[in-house]
């Protein structure tokens, strides 16, 4: 569901002079994270990129082209992002949680409990979509302030759910449980141990459950909850070589190893039903599971980024030099896949005018083209939205391997904020070195599937 956080805050350490500033530098080849879809309508798909967010209103047949700044975020950042009702979209920044309601033109940075906090994930309820979740990781003095909160107006309002989890935990994720949304999970790393832990709360984040896990040596992801029993989660394991997904059967008490693969395992999808689990990775393709027996089979030597399992059809995003696409789909579990979204099919999204989109895309696209290797028109003086500028063309010989690319020109971010990201990455990069450090010295020997 989320970024590697070892390579995010190292990044973003990396580079916090130029986010800061007025003209940051992305720096990253074109990649495509996490893919929503509307709960109430199937037809409209976000992807979250590395050069922005893009999403279609159609099933994939044309696709609209929404800058960081006009979101709230610039540079290095990878927001965790939920499709809620009311076609509302939620994504979790740095410096708080920004909220689109009019199909992608208006974002506005909310107030209230996650005001100026790190939004490091975000979820919404799968049987109530105006129920959403959210989780903070904010640098404070002497620790981290992790909070749950809470929205059940499709994100118009948000409240603190119980205590905070500790100045001790650095939080990576949250979900709940389709079958009782009293039951959340939390997943993360205990400081200075830097220990796996999993948190559970049985009513609604009012009291919580730790489960320190010191033989799960990685950075653990939640998931999935399995639809039709709370105490079922898949987690996922960023290790250092290999990376794991786990089983616990006891609401986080213990967990099982299911399967071990080589390099990243960027994508995870549990079928709406949970009869099936499909787990993809650039280095091992897509391969899938009945539940029950965990046993997987190679599906496709597609190099998957990420995955988004729905009723009818099984979402695969994938490198575009490498695979031929960015985003496709399968309704025959991988056995056939159909691209939906290719580089240079992007377009700005036509706004009113006034949005932040207008304002604050149309100085951003060239850049953003050129490194997809889009043709464009000359830029216009008008005032008006951005759509006049049309998309085609082929690919630019920067568009490779990942490390390859080029620079996309990033608007100015607040002081404020820079000033968030400078102390969270400073204590990233202290916890990211010694976090492998301690994994190095106490690394313990895993079971392969």
């Known amino acids: 569901m989320r970024p590697a956080l070892l390579a995010r805050v190292a990044l973003a350490a990396s580079t916090l002079i130029t986010v800061a500033g007025p003209a940051a530098a992305n720096g990253r080849f074109p990649a495509a994270g996490q893919l929503v879809i509307d709960p109430q309508d199937p037809d409209r798909l976000l992807l979250r990129a590395t050069y922005g967010f893009v999403q279609s ?25 939920a499709y809620l009702s009311e076609h509302t979209v939620i994504a979790g920044l740095s410096s708080g949680l920004s909220r689109n309601v009019d199909a992608g033109c208006s974002w506005t940075l909310l107030g209230g409990a996650l005001e100026g906090e790190y939004v490091i994930d975000v979820s919404a309820d799968k049987n109530e979509p105006s129920r959403a979740i959210a989780i903070t990781v904010t640098p404070i003095a002497g620790g981290l302030h992790s909070i749950v909160a809470t929205s059940t107006d499709a994100g118009a309002t948000w409240q603190q759910s119980g205590a905070e989890l500790g100045t001790d935990l650095r939080a990576v994720t949250v979900d709940a449980a389709p079958s009782d949304p009293h039951r959340i999970y939390v997943s993360g790393l205990v400081e200075p141990s830097f220990d796996a832990v999993l948190v559970r709360s049985d009513d609604g984040g009012a009291t919580w459950t730790r489960f320190v896990h010191p033989a799960i040596t990685g950075v653990p992801y939640l998931s999935a909850v399995d639809p039709d029993d709370a105490d079922r989660i898949y987690v996922r394991v960023h290790g250092t070589d290999n990376d794991s997904v786990y089983v616990s059967n006891d609401g986080g008490n213990t967990l099982e190893l299911l399967a071990e693969r080589p390099g990243e395992m960027l994508g995870f999808a549990l079928s709406p039903d949970g009869s099936r689990i499909a787990i993809g990775g650039p ?13 997987f089979g190679a599906v496709s030597d597609v190099r998957v980024r990420c ?67 889009i043709v464009t028109e000359p830029p216009t003086t008008s005032t008006g939205g951005a759509g006049g500028q049309g998309a085609g063309g082929a690919a630019a010989d920067g568009v490779g391997e990942e490390g390859g690319g080029c620079c996309s020109t990033a608007g100015a971010a607040s002081r404020g904020r820079g000033a968030a990201l400078l102390a969270f990455a400073l204590g990233a990069t202290s916890f990211a070195a010694r976090y492998r450090a301690g994994r190095r010295a106490r690394r313990q020997p895993r079971r392969r599937s």
């Not at 280095?283 to 046993?295: H, K, P, R, V, Y």
């Not at 695969?316 to 985003?327: N, V, Y």
């Open 283 to 295: 280095a091992f393709g897509l391969q899938i599971a009945d539940s029950e027996t965990a046993s």
């Open 307 to 373: 995955l988004t399992w729905t009723a009818t059809t099984l979402y695969i995003c994938a490198g575009q030099a490498t695979d031929g696409f960015t985003l496709a789909a399968s309704t025959d579990d991988g056995e056939t896949i159909e691209p939906l979204y290719h580089l240079t099919d992007l377009a700005p999204l036509a706004c009113d005018g006034s949005t932040p989109v207008d304002q604050l895309c149309p100085a951003n696209w060239p850049g953003t083209a050129d490194l997809l290797g």
């Open 57 to 81: 209103s159609d099933g994939g047949a044309t696709w609209s082209w929404i800058c960081e700044q006009a979101i709230g975020f610039s540079g290095v950042e990878d927001p965790a992002v």
